[in-house]
């Protein structure tokens, strides 16, 4: 059986880290198992976590007037999963929930938040990746939540 700080430093989201950011991401992580079609957190709830897909596909919904929940994206092993817990208020902004069984690398929010604060390195690589997710996120939710055009 593999262990948290073996997947870690493993994880292609985290690539490039130094080693101690590899140790300090550890302590804050262990692993959630989830089995197919469960909710792993609702849009509008605190965000008290952030993972990284091991194994397993996880879909983003969010509820867009007049067209109800809708799947944003669909994302699987080495992708990220929650920024809302960077910015806050701390609360999710999606509703995520699992497709098939999974196992999810799980990072405490509070206590990594405590940890970017004295370490401002570690912040400032994790808000660089996360950047990139939201970018990507945006770019989802608009594709999918945009009125299409037709010409005919």
């Known amino acids: 059986m593999e262990n948290v700080e073996s997947v870690v430093a493993r994880q292609p989201f985290l690539h490039g880290l130094k080693p101690y950011h590899f140790q300090t991401l550890s302590k804050c992580a262990s ?9 792993i957190f609702r849009e509008g709830t605190e965000a008290g976590h952030f993972y990284l897909v091991h194994d397993g596909r996880v879909a983003l919904d969010t509820l867009v007037p007049g067209q109800g929940l ?23 902004h999606f509703t995520a929930r699992t497709l098939q069984a999974g196992k999810l690398v799980s990072f405490d929010a509070h206590r990594l938040r405590e940890k970017i604060e004295t370490d401002h390195d570690l912040g ?4 660089r990746r996360f950047a990139r997710v939201m970018l990507q996120r945006l770019q989802a939710t608009r594709l999918q939540t945009a009125p299409f055009l037709r010409c005919d």
């Open 31 to 39: 692993f959630a198992d989830f089995e197919p079609n469960v909710i």
């Open 70 to 92: 809708r799947t944003v994206e669909t994302i699987g092993p080495g992708d990220a999963l929650g920024w809302s817990w960077l910015f806050a208020p701390y609360l999710w």
């Open 124 to 127: 400032y690589e994790l808000f």
